[in-house]
């Protein structure tokens, strides 16, 4: 059983670049949430697909934005970094409607903007 | 709003030993469910144990239990026969929407 999948595990960029994260739901999973996790902190929520749509957002900018495929894989697009945007993303996915929000989580990637 | 509170930055327990992790939250929901989850120096985030608020029984995994009092809105996690790989950040999360908020957890060190 394929758990939750990321890539890359780290990426270096400097301020102003843009970047794509992807990540692989769990299988069976058909729902996608993205986290930030600063340094020393708990996650905070970016946003959430569902049947390729944003279901819900958190307190980020429009630089973030992302997508869902049909597969159900989704991508996080980050535009016009700033040092701020340092942090770990993590991916995590369910099952829409199984009753017990449990999520699932990915190994993360490390994003360090310079 | 949703909100998880655990108040203690950071702690450390002998091996074999039995250890309580704090957290509070709010919530204005009647029926939810509550979360710990673990998060080693590898950083993938893993589910230790959740808990139903309908349900009055307190979950149990293996070694990990949960204390959950639904009127005090309070849920500790109890780790018995503390091991070195218990060692981690531990966060209380609970569903908001289509989403978790999260504790701004707890660093345990497991002591040889």
């Known amino acids: 059983d394929a758990g939750v999948t990321q890539s890359p595990t780290h990426l270096i960029k400097t301020r102003g670049q843009q970047v794509t994260l992807r990540c692989s739901p769990k299988?069976?999973?058909?729902?996608v949430s993205w986290y930030q996790q600063a340094l020393g902190q708990g996650p905070q929520f970016i946003f959430q697909?569902?049947?390729?749509?944003?279901?819900q957002r958190g307190n980020f900018p429009d630089r973030f934005s992302g997508h869902q495929f049909p597969n159900y894989s989704s991508e996080l697009n980050v535009n016009a970094l700033l040092l701020g945007d340092s942090a770990l993303y993590l991916c995590?996915?369910?099952?829409?409607?199984?009753?017990?929000?449990?999520?699932?989580f990915g190994p993360g990637t490390r994003l360090t903007v310079l | 709003a949703q909100t998880v509170t655990q108040s203690q930055p950071e702690m450390s327990v002998q091996e074999a030993e039995t250890v309580t992790l704090s957290c509070t939250y709010d919530?204005?929901?009647?029926?939810?469910?509550l979360f710990w989850y673990k998060q080693p120096p590898s950083r993938q985030m893993i589910l230790v144990i959740r808990?139903?608020?309908?349900?009055?029984q307190n979950a149990t995994e293996n070694r990990f239990s949960v204390n959950f009092q639904k009127a005090a809105k309070s849920f500790s996690l109890k780790i018995s026969d503390s091991q070195l790989g218990d060692t981690a950040m531990y966060f209380c999360?609970?569903?908001?929407?289509?989403?978790?908020?999260f504790g701004p957890g707890t660093r345990l060190s497991v002591l040889p």
């Open positions: 995590a996915s369910k099952i829409q409607g199984a009753g017990t929000d449990t999520q699932y």
């Open positions: 299988s069976g999973h058909d729902t």
């Open positions: 697909y569902y049947e390729e749509e944003e279901r």
């Open positions: 919530t204005s929901e009647s029926n939810y469910y």
């Open positions: 808990q139903e608020a309908y349900k009055q």
């Open positions: 999360a609970l569903p908001n929407g289509q989403n978790f908020v």
